[in-house]
């Protein structure tokens, strides 16, 4: 079983994270870029997970907090306040994301200075200390290496259990094939990418994590670790895959958009395998909303 409980972890001070920072650097190697929004009882662990990183680089934390209704915010501003040199808080008045904005790409990576990008949701958490360094270490020797992403463990916030995320290996590489014919194998806090392969992309064709890790397939191959290095909360409150037990279908479709929006990422150079996704989640979306159907009826 991970820990979970912050009060148990000893965090180091802003004058040790960084005197463990070997040589000459004026800007952070690696940008965490997180978003959250009511994360109340979840965003000290993603702190956390932050903050116990074991680096020879500097990082930077950058935090967008989408205007919570909670004590979200108190708590950043707590931590931002311990560690300035590394903490920034960026600070909504009005929630953007209802408003149709792509908080990721529009609000919080323009502001990232580092090389590299590691990704992680406000209700998600790392559980390893060497996860930053191991991505980094792996990108920089392997230039062909656009992307990282690993394994996590996955806690059910409704029954209280633990679960591996991929319980059957992958290969070490993937490519963008595999991001079309496979169940999804990329839990977001495992997104380690290089950040100069977005500069060239308009933020607005991608919207979610399947758009992302699709495009940075076709920028180079796939770097995947069967260790689990993250958490990925299954059920919290106000989450995706909360809502997704009650808007499954919503989900279907999203994905019938995405390999619409593949296609023209590739310029059809997929088309087959696009075709037999639609074909494969156009048949569950029938299902589904035959079985809802009749359970309606039932009742």
């Given amino acids: 079983m991970i820990e979970t409980s912050p009060a148990k972890i000893r965090l180091k001070s802003e004058e040790e994270i960084i005197s463990k920072w070997a040589g000459f650097y004026n800007k952070p190697v690696v940008s965490i870029c997180c978003t959250t929004y009511n994360h109340e009882p979840y965003i000290e662990n993603t702190i956390i997970g932050f903050l116990t990183q074991e680096t020879s680089f500097p990082f930077e934390i950058i935090i967008h907090d989408d205007a919570s209704t909670d004590k979200t915010r108190i708590k950043l501003l707590e931590y931002e306040k311990r560690y300035k040199r590394i903490f920034r808080i960026i600070q909504q008045t009005e929630n953007q994301y209802s408003k149709g904005v792509n908080v990721l790409f529009e609000k919080l990576i323009p502001h990232a200075q580092g090389d590299y990008i590691a990704l992680c949701e406000g209700d998600d958490f790392w559980i390893n200390k060497e996860k930053l360094s191991l991505q980094e270490k792996a990108l920089r020797e392997n230039p062909g290496i656009s992307i990282c992403i690993h394994n996590a463990i996955i806690l059910n916030e409704r029954t209280q259990t633990q679960r591996i995320f991929n319980l059957s290996t992958l290969p070490e590489t993937l490519g963008p094939k595999d991001v079309l014919r496979r169940r999804w194998f990329a839990p977001t806090a495992s997104f380690f990418f290089r950040r100069k392969l977005l500069e060239e992309k308009n933020p607005a064709n991608i919207e979610r994590d399947i758009d992302l890790l699709f495009h940075m397939s076709l920028k180079g191959r796939i770097f995947y670790s069967q260790e689990p290095l993250s958490a990925y909360r299954y059920l919290s409150a106000g989450s ?60």
């Fill in 240 to 299: 995706l895959s909360e809502k997704a037990a009650s808007t499954k279908k919503e989900l279907y479709q999203h994905k019938l958009r995405f390999f619409c929006k593949a296609d023209r990422m590739s310029h059809y150079r997929y088309l087959q395998w696009t075709t037999f996704g639609r074909i494969r989640v156009a048949a569950a979306l029938v299902f589904h909303t035959i079985k809802h159907h009749l359970k309606t009826i039932h009742i």
